[in-house]
Structure formats: C-alpha cells, structure tokens
C-alpha cells in the first residue's frame, strides 16, 4: 500500500482494462455472508460433509395453465433455493421427459409457472434425471440460465437471509429457511424422499463459513488469453517446478480456470480505479483520480467503493517491489529473479498470478523455478491450528533453543513437497548439534595462536591434514551440487555428518597429541589446517544456521568482514588426496573395529593392550600412525607387520578382528581379568538359572495358567526362551575360559 505499490496496481488494472481483459458483469461469485464480500475460486476450501438429497414433486402443467395430475420428480441438496427456481432442466435425449420439453411445471410454495427445457449439462443417470433451475445461486444454473434466456431472481441478501423475492420466508437465515421450507413442502404433499448425500461445499478460507454462490455485479479478469501463454511457460520448461509432480497441480487449475473476480467488499486494500459519473452515467478507468467526467464535463464523479483481491496486487510482487512501473535499475539488474519458494497450498493463490502477470506486464517469465516446499504439522502429523490448540509459536522456541536450532530443525530431513513434523525431539537433536559445534569451535580457538590462515603445502600436511582437506572438499562439491538442485535436507544432513562425525568425533582427537607439542612444525600446521577446515564448514553451514556461524567466522582468522559476505566455498581439486582418504578411512576402519569389540567383551578404556596389525598398506598401517591407535584404541604399543609375518609370538587365544584393509590380533589376557570376568560370568549363571526356574514353576502352577489372559502366559514362555537362551552363552564364555 506505500511506495510504488499503488501506482504498479493501478497500471496494471488499466492496461488489463484496455486490452478488454478486465471487464464488470453479472456472473455468479462465491459470496462469504460472515466477511461480506466476493471471494475468488481460489479463497474457497472444499470440505466433504455428510448432507442430505430432498426429492420435491413439481406438478406439470397443461395447455389451460392448470396441474394435470402429473409430476415431475426433482432431487436437490439445496431445497431452499427453489424459491428462486426459474426453470426445470432435463437431458435431451431422456425418453422419461421427452413429451414434456417446452411445458411448464408449477413451482411449490411460490406457485409460479416456470418452463421445462433441455440441456446437454444435465447428467441422465444422476438423482431424477431433473434438474431445478436457480440461476442466481448456482453457476452451472447460471450458465443455463443465460443459454435459455430463464429470468434471474435473487432470494437472498448480503447476509444470506432470504430477501423480498422469498414471500413469506423473508427474514430467515439460509439454514433456517430450508427447515422451514422442507416442513412446508411434505405438509404439502410435495416431499418424496429424503436421502442421505455426501458432497463437497465450499467454505470461506478466512472465516470457514460456508460460502454462498451469488449472481453480483462485479469486476472480472479474463484468464483464458492470459492463461495461455503462462500454461505454455510451463509446459515448454521456462518455468520448472521442484519436485515436479507440483506442474500438474499449477497446469490443472490453469487449464481449467474460470475469469476471476477481483472486486472485493472490504475496508481495506487497493481502490479499484474506476470513476462513475452521476449525470451521464459514464465509466472512466484511469490510473490518475477522475474528478471531471470527460464526456459530459461533469464534477459529480465518484471512484467504485471495492477494492482489489490481495491477490492482484501480490501477483505484481517479483516486479513491482523492484521499482515497476519505473525503469529502475533493481528492475534491470534483479528481473527475472531466481527462484521462487513457497508452500503448494498457495500455487493457485500466488504462483499462477505472478506468472500470467509477469508475462503480461514484463513480457518475460517472473523466475525460472518454483521450488515448493511442505507444510509444518506437529507431532502427530495434524495442520496447526487455532481450534486445535496444537500450534507452535516460534518465538517460544527461539527464547528456549535459539533460531538456529529452530532452522536446523525444520531444514534437517526435509525433502521438497513433503509435509514435516515438528517435535521437543527434534529441537532438543538441533540444540544438541549446536552445543557441539561451539564446543569444537571453543577447542579450536583455545589452541590457535596464529593471526592468519595459511595452508602449507601438501608434502608438509600429515595423512589426518590430507585425509579432512579431501573430504571437506568433496563435501563442498556435494553440498553445493544439493544446493542447485534444492536438496536442502540432504545437504544439511551431509554438513552434520561431517561436523559431527568426521570433524569432532575424528579430526579433533586425532589432532589433540599434535596441538600438546607447541612450537613445533606439526603444531603449526595443525593449527592452520583445523583453522581452515572450522572456517570453511561454517561458511558452508551458514544459510542453515547463521548465527553460530557467523560467531564462530568472526572469531577465527577471517577475510571478510562479515560471513554473510564471504565468497561461498567451492571445489578444490589441489585439496584432493583420493588415496589419503582410502588410507585413513582404513585407520578409522580398524580402530572402529577395535573399539567396538571391546565394548562387546566389556573391556574398559583404562584396560590397555598391545595391538598386532597384519596389512600390506603400510601407508596406513605404518609406525608413523601408531599414535593413532595408541590414543584412540588403548593400545599399549602397536606392532605392524605384513601379511607374510610371523604369528607365533601372539598366542593361540588372541582375539581376532578382520577389516577391509587389515588383520589384528589383540591378546585375549591383556584384555580381560579372567578371574574377574570367571567371577561375573558365574553371578550371572546363577541370576539365569534363578529366573528360569522362577517362571518354570509359574508356568506348571494350573492356578496361573488357568486364570491368567493367554497373552499373559504366552508373554512369560517367551522370556523363559530368552533366559534359556542366556544360559547357554554364559555357559559357553566360561567354558572358553577354563
């Protein structure tokens, strides 16, 4: 409503005006009697509720004006609006009512004469075969109307009370009104049947009443002219939709599309700049205020009261925030614009108006792509709403979590098109994820003491430096690769991966022996190489969390003043070391493998041994990484040999794990405290034992079995399966043990 806005809404309306695209008519409109105002096709929501068909006898008429005793058979799910009936509707073809086509049937309770025509929109096999007539409250009604020349008339007013045109219902709210006409028409003789009927009917989208079709003088768009070339846009690809099954949705509602009504009945939005003159009845359309008529010289000149559909203007948004009507150089630079995000439930709203009017006004497509995204539901997968008391606001969970935890979570899992559930769940993973990050960034920072980022050279790097700078590298490929094709999830479900696992879990630990030698080279290197890797993921994290980021950015050595203005990283190829990668995925590889077989045998790590380790890749399996699994492994001291060595010294009851890359043997004494480990195995032979013979004798107890529910008894004989089953591997450890 400020700026340029008026002046872009006002040079739109009149070009459309003077290209015979906008035009004032009578035509059926979808009227909310609650806002009191004309509403689009596209503000009304179809619900399905469950109504009901009333079968009506309209008595036939003969030559003479008089009922002959027959009847006609209408069925109807609206029986009040027959008090505007102005005809009776059959298909041509219909044996059942052929000899009646061109008579006249008697309208109940109003007892006007109305006539009895055909019509190749009545469906022969739906309901009677009969169609009642109502022209000015139901469009299909509406067009036959105009097809037979049926005389319009209007029952209801603003309100949806039956108006002067309903006799003797006059006054009565629309709902009120069918009661009191079915009433009338079965102590009539006039009711047949009464059937139950589902349907769909349309509700205002604002305030959920149901909505009422009104025969109203309003202000109409053509769409068919300006339908098409925005359909072809589409169909050619100059426009594409992400995902692409959201296309159809757009093509259906275009190529099915009715002329809009513009016209609205509200206090408050964009005038509609037409002028009427009081003397001589002239309509003048003009950009500029019209206070002299210009055909007859007049000053009684006033402006249409209604305003503009919000939707005519916000359909000017890609061009008219840029300075248009103006040749601004925004509008040079910015128009087309990039992409459009928004939700599918606003593709007929939004999307459509801003193509079809971006190529009339621009003569070009607004943006090249329409990437849609779901809805945010809550936990159980319902819309958010007021009645139901389940919406979330987001400033609650800001206060509580912060913003970037709140766009983590709404980013993270998301796929385009798909609806999302909001759960505590999933905020708390966001702020967990958060905490990590400052946390590795406040390491980071406490063990740097350089001013400015240089990465060394590769002969300087050590295998861990080569193996981080490879993977951040195909990272930042992947990522940005998931960025242009609005992968958003993806992408940050990559970053997290990598911060999370390979940055902290890894890099981290194995940089910690490193950082301890200060004043050295590998100090030195370290510092730059964890300083570059920090800075450069959370350049790529940024437009998922931009506060942390940009914290941490402005924190670290920096180029640029803010992170917002930092160059986006892109691939390295001199940063890719394809077989350190292979070489230190194998360490990790192995060490993974030790830990987790460790944790199996309940091994501390406080409980250090020695680690033999067979492989022929020395590279990775070498002295110099022995450091590696001495602080990661609990090794004691590592011995690598090849694959050709020696395994006698071992001995025969060493523990053996096999990975991709390598063999290690761990020597079973070094790792377990046989008379401790003899001693707990026994406890829990006993405890085994105990609980086996505890449900044994409760299920040979008849009282039990007898009285119990038979998923009760069937419950304890599958525990008693699972403690047999414990039995048997603890007997067997011990065995080994002897």
Request: with cysteine; charged share 25%; aromatic share 10%.
């Amino acid at each position: 409503m400020s700026g340029s806005l008026p002046a872009a809404v006002r040079k739109t309306f009149v070009d459309l005006y003077n290209k015979g695209l906008i035009y004032r008519g009578l035509r059926i409109i979808n009227w909310c009697p609650s806002c009191n105002t004309a509403l689009s096709d596209a503000e009304v929501e179809h619900k399905e509720l469950e109504g009901s068909f009333w079968h009506i006898r309209y008595p036939i008429l003969g030559d003479d004006g008089k009922p002959t005793g027959e009847y006609l058979t209408v069925a109807t799910t609206r029986p009040e609006t027959m008090l505007g009936d102005t005809g009776v509707a059959v298909y041509p073809d219909d044996e059942r009512y052929k000899n009646i086509i061109g008579k006249n049937v008697l309208l109940p309770l109003v007892n006007r004469a109305i006539p009895v025509f055909a019509d190749e929109y009545v469906d022969s096999a739906f309901g009677t075969g009969c169609v009642k007539v109502t022209p000015c409250h139901d469009p299909n009604d509406f067009e036959m109307g105009q097809r037979h020349g049926l005389e319009q008339i209007n029952i209801f007013d603003e309100k949806a009370h039956v108006n002067e045109n309903g006799g003797k219902y006059k006054g009565l709210e629309r709902f009120a009104a069918r009661k009191a006409v079915v009433a009338d028409l079965e102590a009539g003789g006039y009711l047949v049947k009464i059937e139950k009927h589902s349907h769909n009917v349309g509700h205002c989208y604002r305030c959920s009443t149901v909505v009422e079709p009104l025969a109203s003088k309003q202000w109409f768009v053509k769409m068919k002219p300006l339908a098409e070339p925005a359909i072809k846009v589409v169909k050619e690809g100059e426009i594409r939709f992400i995902p692409d099954r959201f296309s159809k949705n757009y093509l259906n509602w275009m190529e099915n599309i009715h002329d809009w009504c513009i016209s609205r009945q509200l206090w408050w939005g964009h005038r509609i700049p037409a002028f009427y003159c009081a003397d001589c009845g002239e309509l003048t359309v003009s950009e500029n205020d019209v206070t002299v008529c210009p055909k007859c010289g007049s000053s009684n000149v006033t402006q249409d009261e209604d305003v503009l559909d919000t939707w005519f203007s916000s359909a000017l948004w890609p061009f008219s925030t840029l300075g248009w009507p103006e040749k601004t150089a925004d509008l040079r630079d910015f128009y087309p614009t990039s992409v459009l995000v928004t939700a599918y439930d606003i593709i007929t709203f939004w999307v459509s108006k801003m193509i079809f009017m971006g190529l009339f006004s621009m003569e070009q497509i607004p943006f090249p792509d329409v990437f849609i995204h779901g809805l945010v539901r809550d936990a159980q997968g319902r819309k958010m709403s007021k009645s139901l008391g389940n919406g979330i606001d987001p400033l609650d969970v800001i206060d509580k979590y912060g913003a970037d935890a709140l766009r983590f979570a709404l980013a993270t899992g998301n796929s385009p098109g798909n609806d999302m559930r909001f759960s505590d769940e999933k905020i708390e993973a966001a702020r967990n994820f958060n905490n990590k990050i400052w946390n590795a960034a406040r390491f980071v920072l406490m063990n740097l003491d350089i001013e400015e980022i240089k990465l060394p050279d590769a002969n300087e790097l050590a295998l861990e430096d080569r193996w981080i700078l490879s993977k951040l590298d195909r990272l930042t490929g992947e990522v940005r690769a998931n960025l242009d094709a609005y992968e958003l999830g993806v992408a940050l479900s990559k970053l997290y991966d990598f911060i999370w696992d390979i940055f902290c879990d890894w890099y981290i630990e194995l940089l910690k022996p490193r950082f301890a030698d200060k004043g050295t080279t590998s100090n030195l290197t370290a510092q730059n190489v964890i300083a570059y890797v920090l800075r450069e993921t959370m350049k790529l994290l940024h437009p998922f969390m931009p506060f942390i980021t940009e914290e941490i950015y402005l924190a670290l050595p920096h180029e640029s003043d803010s992170i917002m203005i930092a160059p986006y990283p892109r691939k390295n190829d001199v940063l890719r070391f394809d077989a350190d990668e292979e070489h230190m995925s194998a360490v990790i590889e192995a060490i993974r493998a030790i830990r987790v077989r460790r944790s199996e045998m309940n091994v501390p790590p406080s409980k250090k041994s020695r680690l033999y380790i067979y492989s022929d890749n020395s590279a990775a399996f070498g002295e110099q990484n022995s450091a590696f699994f001495i602080k990661l492994a609990y090794a004691s001291e590592v011995i690598f040999r090849s694959s050709e060595a020696d395994h006698a010294d071992i001995g025969a009851d060493a523990v053996t794990i096999v990975t991709g890359s390598a063999t290690v043997y761990i020597p079973l004494a070094e790792m377990v405290d046989f008379e401790a480990e003899r001693a707990r195995l026994t406890k829990e032979k006993t405890n085994a034992g105990n609980e086996i013979k505890r449900i044994e004798g409760k299920l040979s107890n008849e009282g039990f079995t007898s009285k119990a529910p038979a998923a009760v008894i069937e419950a304890e004989r599958a525990k008693l399966e699972r403690w047999r089953d414990t039995l048997i591997g603890i007997e067997a450890a011990l065995a080994k043990m002897i």
